[in-house]
Nanobody
């Protein structure tokens, strides 16, 4: 499945954005999907993950209560709803996928995800 990330942009602190990760080819039902982000000069870090069934989600502590990951009923798009954005959320956001069940335990490990979309830039101004 190919991944296409979109929805980034410039927003003021306290604002919101919704990112989308669209699948072409197979649906996301066969994959766990995660969002990671990479700020300038920093490592790519885990943000959120949703299981292939959609029944389990995980979040980084830094975004809990502010971000929500979900997928549509057709299993072709994974969303990341980002509320109460902060300047430290500024980064390029990437969606990645791994075979369903592969990330049940170590969902935060970047190396588990074997295919990535191209990234979308989120800039939060103070």
């Amino acid at each position: 499945v190919q991944l296409q990330a979109s929805g980034g942009g410039l927003v003021q602190a306290g604002g919101c954005l919704r990112l989308s990760c669209a699948a072409s080819g197979r649906t996301f039902s066969s994959y766990d999907v995660a969002w990671f982000r990479q700020a300038p000069g920093k490592e790519r870090e885990f943000v959120a993950r949703i299981s292939g069934s959609g029944g389990r989600t995980n979040y980084a502590d830094s975004v809990k209560g502010r971000f929500t990951i979900s997928k549509d009923s057709a299993q072709r798009t994974v969303y990341l709803q980002m509320n109460s954005l902060k300047p430290e959320d500024t980064a390029v956001y990437y969606c990645g996928r791994t075979p369903r069940g592969n990330s049940d335990t170590y969902y935060y490990r970047r190396e588990l995800y074997d295919f990535w979309g191209q990234g979308t830039l989120v800039t939060v101004s103070s």
